[in-house]
């Protein structure tokens, strides 16, 4: 397929890699474009941002967890209908595996998916020192694809300076600039930005940095840039293929079981593309709230309860009691259940909130959760059972991630972790035949067999006992 396409990156985190593709996409909206956005890596928040301003889900692009094709194949699937896509890379260009390789990095994104690179770059404190910078970036690997830049917190003047040079001395194409505007700005907090819904006036910041950008950045360079990306083959890996048209795939379709997937304030940390694939497999998705809800959706067979802030909203969480319950007699029933993260908190026996107060939560597995100074096990692992017979167990290697700053006196010891590039791994995830409750976060595509042996086990369950 044909896709016009840039990717928006960054030197290091906190460049504004973010507010700039949320002001790029808003932009391109008010001029008519209908746009694709996307995320390197396995973030959360960044896509509903993303999701805020184009009005479609945001999709996330890992190398960690897809090969080249499962990749491109994702990425044509959300992009073949859009005028533009946009995809935000992850924390420095080059950092990827482990903090010494480029693989899962946003250079090595760009790469498979052949996507030309817009470098944003925080200028402040610096003027001509910013072109060493630049430099650096082209030079350390010949393919990088970095193609134009975009400099964040610099004045016109300055600007007006340097843009020559950037053409003359690294033959790349500068871009434009991005005053610094308090008034445009995302906060942040111990996961990273805030979610959308807490920013006030979050739709006149857009707005007030789309008009900004409609005059201090070259909107028509990056449309020609990004209709210069080359060509993508885009077809279904033939193994996702023989997945998703198989005899177990044929079986779920048939018995089409109900997920009861939590969303609401303390659960909304979900891949949108693991929702797609139950889907596709036959899955029918039901929403509930643990915090409102007095019971799971009618004819629940399994249930999902993905990451969050539960520690934002533990009072609530502990108060409503009968979905506590309902949830613990249904799992001690044997329905099918995978938690991850907020969701496994959720779960325990005890949970810690932000202030340190004690709370009582499902008691579906054993542990008290706790708040820690700093984020436990940050990063990639892949998962390997520890004991036949539980879930997951039969479906090879596994891939996830880790992010949180809260820990737990029981974490589980059902599979065992292992960073990538690293020496590091402990034990973790609680595991029965019929559930997965741990930190780790899964992505599906990365082991879609675990998808088809979850749902298996969900047309399985005969109902709530």
């Known amino acids: 397929m044909r896709s016009n396409r840039v990717m928006i990156a960054a030197p290091k985190s906190g460049s504004g890699k973010t507010m700039i593709t949320c002001g790029l996409l808003r932009a391109f909206l008010l001029r008519g474009k209908k746009t694709a956005a996307f995320k390197c890596g396995p973030d959360y928040i960044d896509p509903r941002f993303h999701e805020t301003v184009v009005g479609a889900p945001s999709r996330n692009l890992d190398p960690f967890f897809t090969d080249g094709p499962t990749t491109r194949y994702l990425f044509g699937r959300h992009a073949e209908t859009a005028d533009l896509s946009v995809i935000e890379g992850v924390m ?25 690179v817009i470098l944003v770059t925080d200028a402040r404190g610096m003027s001509l020192s910013v072109l060493a910078e630049l430099k650096g970036f082209l030079d350390f690997r010949k393919d990088s694809g970095i193609s134009g830049v975009i400099f964040n ?8 300076l340097l843009a020559p040079m950037v053409e003359e001395k690294l033959g790349i194409r500068p871009l434009g ?14 996961l ?19 008009g900004v950008m409609e005059e201090t950045v070259d909107l028509d360079g990056i449309l020609e840039l990004a209709s210069g990306a080359e060509e993508l083959s885009t077809e279904m890996p033939p193994k996702l293929q023989q997945i998703l048209t198989g005899e177990q795939a044929e079986y779920i379709r048939r018995t089409a079981p109900v997920l009861a997937v939590a969303r609401d304030e303390a659960f909304q940390f979900i891949y949108e593309d693991n929702l797609r694939l139950l889907e596709e497999l036959g899955a029918r998705i039901r929403w509930f709230s643990p915090m409102r ?3 799971l959706p009618a004819e629940s067979r399994g249930v999902l309860l993905y990451g969050g802030y539960p520690e934002l909203y533990a009072e609530q969480l502990s ?4 979905m506590k319950k309902e949830l613990w007699e249904a799992l001690e029933g044997g329905m099918p259940c995978m938690a991850e993260c907020g969701g496994y908190m959720y779960l325990s026996d005890e949970m810690e909130d932000m202030e340190g107060r004690v709370w009582p939560m499902a008691g579906a597995v054993p542990g008290k959760v706790f708040r820690t100074e700093k984020l436990g096990r940050f990063g990639y692992i892949r998962l390997e059972a520890v004991r ?16 949180h700053y809260f820990d737990s006196t029981d974490c589980g010891s059902a599979f065992h972790a292992q960073k990538p590039n690293r020496k590091r791994g402990w034990d973790c995830i609680h595991g029965t035949e019929s559930m997965m409750a741990g930190f780790p976060h899964l992505y599906y595509y990365a082991c ?3 998808a088809v042996e979850f749902l298996k086990k969900c047309c399985e369950y005969g109902g709530m006992k």
């Open 388 to 403: 036949e017979g539980v879930l997951g167990s039969g479906c090879g290697p596994l891939r996830g991630h880790e992010f």
């Open 319 to 322: 108060g409503n009691s009968s």
């Open 92 to 116: 420095g260009f080059y950092d990827g595996l482990g903090g010494i390789s480029e693989e899962a990095s946003a250079y090595d994104l760009a790469r498979i998916t052949r996507t030309p």
């Open 192 to 210: 990273g930005l805030v979610l959308p819904q807490e920013v006030k006036d979050l739709s006149e910041r857009l707005d007030r940095l789309a």
């Open 177 to 190: 600039y991005v005053p610094e505007r308090l008034d445009c700005r995302l906060e942040s907090r111990h």
């Open 293 to 295: 809800d007095s019971r």
């Open 448 to 450: 879609p067999d675990l």
């Open 153 to 160: 917190r610099m004045s016109k003047s300055m600007y007006q």
